[in-house]
């Protein structure tokens, strides 16, 4: 089965850092984009930032731009988001995405883990 297991959330004063990781299994791992998603509540979900395969090229959404970082490492299967100087906007729960470029419909989700920016 394809499991995307994300892990590292929390509560987190503003400026403070964390930094999530998703775990993936049952998937061929390098074959796939990897991306992390976040939804506030009463918002749409949005992309946060995507890292691509074996060139690990990322892409980040204006919001994070200079304070998140995505990374993988393809012998652990995983992908990481390291937040800094996190805002309370930032309050969202966070998912784990792979995506197969080429294959309609090759995309799997994690359950999601919750980040919350308060002081």
């Known amino acids: 089965q394809v499991q995307l297991v994300e892990s590292g959330g929390g509560l987190v004063q503003p400026g403070g850092s964390l930094r999530l990781s998703c775990a993936a299994s049952?998937?061929?791992?390098?074959?796939?984009?990897m991306s992390w998603y976040r939804q506030a509540p009463g918002k749409e979900r949005e992309l946060v930032a995507s890292i691509t395969s074996l060139t690990a090229n990322t892409n980040y959404a204006d919001s994070v731009k200079g304070r998140f970082t995505i990374s993988r490492d393809n012998a652990k299967n995983s992908v990481y988001l390291q937040m800094n100087s996190l805002k309370p906007e930032d309050t969202a729960v966070y998912y784990c995405?792979?995506?197969?470029?080429?294959?309609?419909?090759?995309?799997?989700w994690g359950q999601g883990t919750q980040v919350t920016v308060s002081s």
């Open positions: 049952g998937i061929t791992f390098t074959s796939y984009v």
């Open positions: 995405k792979a995506t197969q470029p080429w294959i309609v419909g090759r995309f799997h």
